[in-house]
């Protein structure tokens, strides 16, 4: 069986839906897991999407995806802007890691402008709202291909 893309979320993510919604969408975050599994499924992925509230925890989701995952997506939301911890985490996996957010960061207030994250991750999205996530999951799905086993010509 092949190994899932795993989805994290951080802190306040479980608010989707009705925390500022004219920022975040009205997309619950159970919608967008929905979503996801779908369109993944679409591209023959499956996932393991989990949140928490928690940083020590999300470093510990960080870690189980670099022993049992084939890409990992993560939205750190305020972690991204705090913690060198989840930066070191991410560091330490070699799977492929893509950052995404709802919003766009750079537009927002200048305290979300810097991420720790995304110098740890092959790339990052934001500002497509719920879509950042299937975007992620698309890229994903690329870098996963592309790190496949190679055959000799």
Request: hydrophobic content about 45%.
């Amino acid at each position: 069986m092949a190994r899932p893309l795993f989805i994290l979320n951080g802190p306040n993510l479980n608010l989707l839906g009705t925390r500022e919604p004219e920022i975040y969408g009205s997309a619950t975050l159970s919608d967008i897991e929905a979503a996801c599994a779908e369109h993944a499924s679409m591209l023959g992925l499956t996932i393991d999407f989990r949140q928490t509230n928690h940083e020590g925890v999300l470093i510990d989701h960080v870690q189980d995806a670099g022993r049992a995952a084939s890409a990992l997506i993560i939205n750190p939301a305020g972690y991204g802007h705090t913690s060198v911890a989840l930066h070191d985490a991410l560091k330490a996996i070699a799977i492929p890691a893509i950052e995404i957010h709802l919003s766009q960061p750079a537009a927002r207030e200048a305290f979300r402008h810097h991420s720790y994250v995304s110098s740890a991750v092959s790339g990052t999205i934001s500002g497509f709202g719920a879509r950042s996530y299937i975007l992620g999951i698309e890229a994903a799905h690329a870098l996963i291909a592309a790190s496949g086993p190679k055959t000799k010509a």
